[in-house]
């Protein structure tokens, strides 16, 4: 559908595909609650981020309708006499869009929405969390105007579809947000394919180890709110997450003590509650999985703070952990050199600013990260 689809879609002019997207972000603002709920409900997201999961998508389809707008211009090249020389852009063809379920609808849309304006058609496939909110994406497009065949709704687990998605030799271009792992096996895979007249681009925004450094003079309430809201928003489940903070000795006692205080106050409990700071981890086995890690930094380093288990379990049978924080953790510790997902954060020694940026880049991630100081220098 999507091949038979894209001549048609590649010739509509750049004004008439950016409308689909403009009239997708006026459906979605109109639905904000009812999406923001279903994101609450599906994902387990606290409402306030829920919201703004939202707001980022519609902030997609305008940003990406207005960008291919502006590239659609054909550019002069050079003014050489008896030349004349133009520099335009082209759509791709299908394009497979594989989406993570930490941001189900954001992120989605923005790989999907940014694929679709430049002229391609889509097959996309949301994660094996969040599907309703990938269809509910699928039906905001097709109200607001894309053809039968631009945009594909398919529903699978990841290791059958995707794996069809990325072989597929009708397909030119991937577009996939998630883990490390899969995202250098959807490279390879994309790359080792013969027999096509085309090389299949790879787009992947993967995961990360990201590091806040604290610097001697930043100022310790600025430094451990921000701290506090990236590395346990969304409960840690963010590849942007800060889950290494490096502090410089002289600022390091006083900011850990009072990091750890206000991380005791945030609220662990049901995400529809606006009480709550932290909801449920996605998943039985991604539970699992952080609480391997919490056992490991146990071994490893000292524990400066452990949610308990409230008496009787969580609330609603969740799967839920609370916010863990490590002390003295070394800087090629398991927990500070490896993407836990979760609201684990090391909290990490350095003697001075350049150990601390040694620190920040000892580790094979690239993603984010912060500086928190009132030095210009």
Aim: charged share 20%.
């Amino acid at each position: 559908a999507a091949r038979r689809a894209f001549p048609a879609w590649r010739d509509a002019p750049a004004g008439e595909r950016a409308a689909v997207l403009f009239k997708a972000a006026e459906i979605m603002r109109g639905e904000l609650s009812q999406l923001a709920a279903l994101e609450t409900f599906e994902a387990g997201k606290p409402i306030r981020e829920a919201n703004g999961d939202v707001t980022e998508a519609i902030d997609f389809l305008e940003y990406y309708g207005r960008e291919a707008l502006r590239l659609d211009t054909p550019r002069r090249m050079g003014h050489a006499p008896g030349e004349l020389n133009h520099y335009s852009y082209q759509p791709r063809g299908v394009a497979a869009v594989i989406a993570p379920w930490n941001f189900p609808l954001a992120i989605l849309t923005g790989m999907t929405s940014a694929a679709l304006v430049a002229g391609n058609t889509v097959v996309f496939k949301p994660a094996g969390p969040t599907p309703m909110i990938g269809a509910r994406l699928a039906r905001i497009l097709q109200d607001a105007g894309a053809p039968p065949g631009a945009v594909n709704l398919l529903m699978g687990p990841g290791s059958e579809i995707g794996e069809a998605l990325i072989t597929h030799p009708e397909v030119h271009l991937i577009a996939f947000t998630g883990s490390r792992a899969v995202g250098m096996h959807i490279m390879a895979r994309a790359i080792e394919q013969p027999g096509r007249a085309w090389i299949k681009r790879v787009i992947a925004e993967l995961g990360g180890k990201n590091a806040i450094i604290v610097d001697a003079d930043a100022d310790l309430d600025v430094a451990v709110l921000e701290t506090v809201a990236s590395a346990f928003g969304y409960q840690g489940q963010k590849c942007s997450a800060c889950s290494r903070v490096i502090v410089l000795q002289t600022a390091y006692d006083e900011f850990l003590g009072r990091l750890v205080e206000a991380t005791r106050s945030l609220v662990v409990g049901p995400p529809d509650d606006p009480a709550t700071r932290l909801g449920p981890i996605i998943t039985a086995a991604a539970k699992a999985q952080i609480e391997g890690y919490i056992e490991q930094g146990r071994r490893e380093a000292t524990v400066a703070l452990a949610t308990p288990e409230p008496p009787g379990g969580w609330p609603d049978g969740g799967f839920y952990v609370g916010p863990h924080i490590f002390t003295d953790v070394a800087p090629d510790a398991t927990i500070a050199q490896e993407e836990i997902f979760g609201p684990v954060l090391a909290v990490i020694r350095a003697r001075d600013f350049d150990e601390a940026l040694a620190i920040a880049n000892g580790t094979s991630y690239a993603l984010t990260g912060g500086l928190l100081s009132r030095s210009p220098a």
